[in-house]
């Protein structure tokens, strides 16, 4: 089967395609078309990691060649796949989780008119992964990466009727558009570098380039791998659209949040760990960047209202986890994709319970409206609530295995010397900390405390019947919940998946922390009980107000996402106008001034010759008499 994988990418495509073409008259059966493609290209996938498990581990790294794409001089690129540990974790992800996506959209797009064409974009969203992650030279992926921006685009602007969806769809394809230069300057570099943009070559190269004297050009290609990461990965300063993609129906950011686009980032890190190898530079950006998003992300879920954006606040801060372990190094490759994977299931299953809600509470995102809806929704509430287990970290579920590792990975940073170990693993410490009050406000306003969903809203009386969801809804729900308490577990015994991903990560020299870890994991416990605690007395326990209090300046500058928009506006937006205004004013004043000036000239010129052709002799006359002794003067005065 791993020489048929290219089915995996064409199944989809295809799908989307026909979906596209066919129009209206497959709207009856379209939805079960897209559903039945994207189970399709799982099973290919489940096929083929079969096949890769029964190989020795030496031979699990796999190139499949499909055709010879471009041959310009010195640059030759073939159109081909890598089957490896690290592509196939990635494909049953998004296969899996896509599938079951799928299949809660049938139901959870049932009334909208535009549902079969809603599955064309899903299917084409899977297949551009499926193109980046399977992918064997950069040049490939970046047919995926943009095709990956493409869909978002036109999911996150599915509803663009709505002009601030419309409005949120331009941002991120915007946002990330800038990030793309980054990838241009990258393969640029790498080409020049090597020669080559098939990771063969250039991650066979990598150390001997550095040690030719060229670790700089290393470290930029590092850096600019980082900042088109930072874009489709939402990691500081790029993440700004993150929030408003969620103007997107709700599979959507299930799908972007969990298994494609916001991976997309980590997954390129990884991949490029031979070159990050060499240049401890771009790795530490790696891991400030990662720092600093997890810290942000953090700081925002704990004043966000709305429950779509702080579960997008929630997943900004755990891909800054994997981006801060994916800066680590070799020690910390394999446990930020193990903590992707769970977060894949137990992000995904917490999108789809949003969703559940929204569904039952007539499309409102606000928790301020919710409360009690555990009585009436107990399906939604206890996969939500694993869910919610499964990210703080509760013993044994399978944030426990995966984010738990970071934190240990992160004390021991840099070998356990300098400040690194302390500053990184203080922070990924105490954030642990702040995801279980944040996650725990979001699930107590929403299912515990008092019922606030009948309520005067201005002069109108809101009166809302909460429901549980439709069996296609929560059998996708049930099945990631499964995995959210399962999944970090089953990977871990006998450290399974990181041995796994050894062909594609290397194996890692293991350092002590700098922290005993009994300690860390007790720390950890405490942080964690802690934030639940806390989060409970103030949203379980007491009432919550429908309308947010002020709050102090945190609060409210969480609540405008720590003024991101503001400061991109001021630093970025508002130059760019006054530039363009000052053009457009050179252009009205200088340049089309002094055409439009010299028209005026003429013209005037014009107008006084015209007064002068009267139609009367005798001014006629007199204009022959003046112009001959004009011309009498002209000639005397040249004669003497």
Known sequence: MIQASWLLIAIPLASAAFLLLAGKRSNAWGHWLGLLASTGSFVVGALALIELLGRDAADRVVDVHLFDWISVGALNVEAGLR?????????????????????????????????????????????????????????????????????????????????????????????????????????????????????????????????????????????????????????FPLQAWLGDAMAGPTPVSALIHAATMVTAGVYLIVRSGAIYNETPTALLVVTIIGAITLVFGAIV?????????????????????????????????????????THGFFKAGMFLGAGSVMHGMNDDVNMRNFGGL????????????????????????????SKDKIIESAFAANHGEGWQPWVFGMITLIVAGVTAFYMSRLFFMTFHGKARWSHDEGSTYVQRHPHESPKLM???????????????????????????????????????????????????????????????????????????????????????????DATNEALFMRPGQYATRSLVFADKKAVDGSFMGVATLVASLGIGVKKLHNGFVRSYAAMMLGGLVLLLIIILAIWN
Request: proline letters at 4%; hydrophobic letters at 55%; a neutral charge.
């Open 83 to 235: 089957i490896d540990p690290l592509s196939l974790t990635f494909v049953m992800l998004v296969t899996f989780v896509g599938t079951l996506i799928h299949l809660y959209s049938v139901a959870y797009m049932e009334h909208d008119k535009d549902r079969r064409r809603f599955f064309a974009y899903l299917n084409l969203f899977v297949a551009a992964m499926l193109i980046l992650v399977l992918s064997n030279s950069y040049l490939m992926l970046f047919v995926g990466w943009e095709g990956v921006g493409l869909a978002s685009y036109l999911l996150i602007g599915f509803w663009n009727h709505n002009p601030s969806y419309a409005t949120a769809a331009k941002k991120a394809f915007v946002m990330n558009r800038i990030a793309d230069v980054g990838m241009i300057v990258a393969l640029g570099a790498i080409f020049a570098a090597f020669g080559s943009l098939d990771f063969t070559t250039v991650h066979a190269q990598a150390g001997a380039v550095a040690a030719a004297g060229h670790e700089g050009t290393l470290t930029l290609i590092g850096l600019m791998l980082l900042v088109a990461a930072c874009g489709k990965s939402a990691q």
């Open 374 to 401: 555990s009585k009436h929704m107990k399906v939604t509430w206890m996969t939500f609530g694993l869910g919610w287990l499964a990210i703080i970290g509760f013993p044994f579920l399978s944030g426990f295995w």
């Open 301 to 341: 879920g704990c004043a966000k209202d709305d429950i779509k954006k702080a579960l997008a606040a929630s997943t900004m801060s755990q891909i800054g986890y994997m981006m801060l372990a994916a800066g680590l190094g070799p020690i910390g490759y394999a446990f930020a994709i193990f903590h992707l994977l």
């Open 474 to 564: 929560t059998i996708p729900m049930i099945l990631l919940s499964l995995g959210s308490v399962f999944l970090g577990g089953l990977l871990s015994i006998n450290n399974s998946f990181v041995t796994f991903l050894e062909p594609v990560t290397g194996h890692a020299e293991h350092h002590d922390p700098v922290i005993p870890i009994p300690v860390i994991m007790a720390s950890t416990l405490i942080l964690v009980a802690a934030g639940v605690f806390l989060a409970w007395r103030q949203y379980g326990a007491a009432p919550v107000p429908t309308v947010a209090p002020k709050g102090s300046l945190l609060t409210q500058a969480a609540r405008a996402d720590l003024y991101q």
